[in-house]
């Protein structure tokens, strides 16, 4: 059962804009654990995307960023491209649970 | 570069044991925690257990407390998961992954291929 909520799908014209929402809770994102956002291209392992909220790793193009408020945080893909259709799953830490925790996954289209 | 190689997935009767390994290379292995997630078929990640860099702390997902075990051995640079009692809702793709901090609090980066395991009679 995932703790992070995120839409099931998102799909945008290429060169378009598309923004996936991550949504958490007081015992996760709302008390400060940051968000980490992996990108899972089909049949492949996830890859890291976004660390910290904020940050890329070295690699990923500066169409991807991310962002944090309150209890949610999002992925923004601008200049959307073919490449980018896969699956999107934000990550954090639930003091909760004393655990790690993921997000219920959303599938980008690209059309 | 750093590698994660996972090995030991099968097929495997409801009720029986696996210890799946989990074979890191290319950085000091004992400087950062490791996680185990999985992924059912078609379906999203499940963080699933991790080890802190000494083993001092570990952490299990509540479908599988009681059942699995995480383990590693720094001098061989291995992680383990062994799971026992094991259920058809086990079934799935099962990834090591390196945490960035040695508390196991961070992001995972890298992740191996991942080992699969089938739980059916």
């Known amino acids: 059962q995932s703790v992070l909520t995120q839409p099931p799908s998102v799909s945008g014209a290429p060169g378009q804009r598309v923004t996936i929402s991550c949504t958490g809770s007081?015992?996760?994102?709302?008390?400060?654990?940051?968000v980490h956002w992996y990108q899972q291209l089909p049949g492949t392992a996830p890859k890291l995307l976004i660390f910290g909220n904020t940050n890329r790793p070295s690699g990923v193009p500066d169409r991807f960023s991310g962002s944090k408020s309150g209890t949610s945080a999002s992925l923004a893909i601008t200049g959307l491209q073919a490449e980018d259709e896969a699956d999107y799953y934000c990550q954090s830490y639930d003091g909760s649970l004393s655990g790690s925790v993921f997000g219920t996954g959303t599938k980008v289209t690209v059309l | 570069e750093e590698q994660l190689v996972e090995s030991g997935g099968g097929l495997v009767q409801p009720g029986r044991s696996l210890r799946l390994s989990c074979a890191a290379s290319?950085?000091?292995?004992?400087?950062?925690?490791m996680h185990w997630v999985r992924q059912a078929p078609g379906k999203g990640l499940e963080w699933v257990s991790y080890i802190s860099w000494n083993s001092g702390s570990l952490g299990y997902a509540e479908s599988v407390k009681g059942r699995f075990t995480i383990s590693r051995d720094n001098a061989k640079n291995f992680l383990y998961l062994q799971m026992n009692s094991l259920r058809a809702e086990d079934t799935a793709l099962y990834y090591c992954?390196?945490?960035?901090?040695?508390?196991?609090?961070?992001?995972?980066?890298?992740w191996g291929q991942g080992t699969l395991v089938t739980v059916s009679s």
């Open positions: 992954a390196k945490d960035t901090s040695s508390g196991g609090y961070n992001w995972f980066d890298p």
């Open positions: 290319g950085f000091t292995f004992d400087d950062y925690a």
């Open positions: 007081s015992s996760n994102i709302g008390v400060g654990y940051d």
